[in-house]
């Protein structure tokens, strides 16, 4: 879920655009790059990865002219690529969809909250869990961080959507759709967590390296 056209108040898209840029700075100071540089196929795999969510970003349903439905894969990417990686393709993501006339400037920095940070957050969250309280074990993983944790980050990042128009809408009528959207959130969450959760399997089984947040090591030579 994303915004297309400003139903927002100024002041909430002051805020967004300062929060985001925050946790961007933040990603930034950590250095993401640094592994791209050392790693010539990773550089490969996140650019592909990057371009691939934003063609899959194409695909969504626009009901009303200022939302869209369409899967994020905030989860996926954070769980392959880490949480700074993945905030950097989000930006880029937005940025590209902001280009090609999808999206407004004015709400980069609502959508990167919205569709990059509250998920991220969340399966950053998820995960930790998983990997410091649960089991290693990798259906453990793979159904707590994959279907689980994008069903979760999925609800977040559309209350989040939701949240922030019923506080700062200036429409009258988007809010009270905004309210109706509420309601379907449940529908977009086992989509996401199933897709997500595919993919991530995919990986696990054939490329478990690739992951990331993933230990082969502990979850698999050591069981």
Same mark, same amino acid.
């Given at each position: 879920?994303? $915004?297309? #056209?400003?139903?927002?108040? &100024? ?20 250095? /993401?790059?640094? &592994? ?7 550089? *490969?795999?996140? =650019? ?9 970003? #194409? ?5 009303? %002219?200022?939302?869209?439905? *369409? ?12 949480? /700074?990686?993945?905030? @950097?393709?989000?930006? =880029? @993501?937005?940025?590209? =969809? ?11 920095? !609502?959508?990167?909250? +919205? ?13 930790? @869990?998983? %990997?410091?309280?649960? /089991? ?6 793979? $159904? ?23 506080? !700062?809408?200036?429409? &009258?009528? !988007? ?10 959130? /449940?529908?977009? =969450? &086992? ?10 399997? @995919?990986?696990? +089984? ?9 230990? %082969? *090591?502990?979850?698999? %030579?050591?069981?």
């Amino acid at each position: 879920m994303s $915004f297309a #056209q400003s139903v927002l108040a &100024p002041w909430a898209l002051v805020l967004t655009w300062l929060l985001s840029l925050g946790v961007i700075v933040w990603c930034l100071c950590l250095r /993401p790059w640094q &592994p791209l540089l050392d790693d010539t196929a990773l550089q *490969h795999r996140w =650019m592909a990865a990057t371009l691939a969510v934003l063609l899959m970003w #194409q695909l969504r349903a626009q009901a009303v %002219d200022w939302l869209t439905l *369409h899967l994020v894969f905030t989860v996926l990417m954070t769980l392959v690529f880490k949480m /700074p990686l993945a905030l @950097i393709s989000n930006v =880029m @993501i937005n940025i590209a =969809m902001v280009l090609v006339g999808r999206n407004e400037w004015a709400l980069l920095g !609502a959508n990167v909250l +919205v569709t990059g940070i509250v998920p991220a957050l969340i399966t950053g969250v998820v995960w930790r @869990i998983v %990997d410091r309280r649960l /089991p290693d074990n990798l259906m453990v993983f793979l $159904f707590a961080c994959g279907f689980f944790g994008a069903a979760l980050a999925t609800l977040g990042g559309g209350l989040a959507a939701v949240s922030l128009i019923m506080l !700062a809408g200036t429409d &009258p009528e !988007a809010v009270y759709l905004a309210q109706e959207y509420a309601r379907f959130l /449940p529908l977009l =969450m &086992p989509s996401e967590a199933f897709i997500t959760g595919m993919l991530l399997s @995919i990986l696990l +089984v054939y490329h478990p390296g690739w992951v990331a947040t993933f230990n %082969d *090591h502990r979850y698999i %030579d050591m069981q």
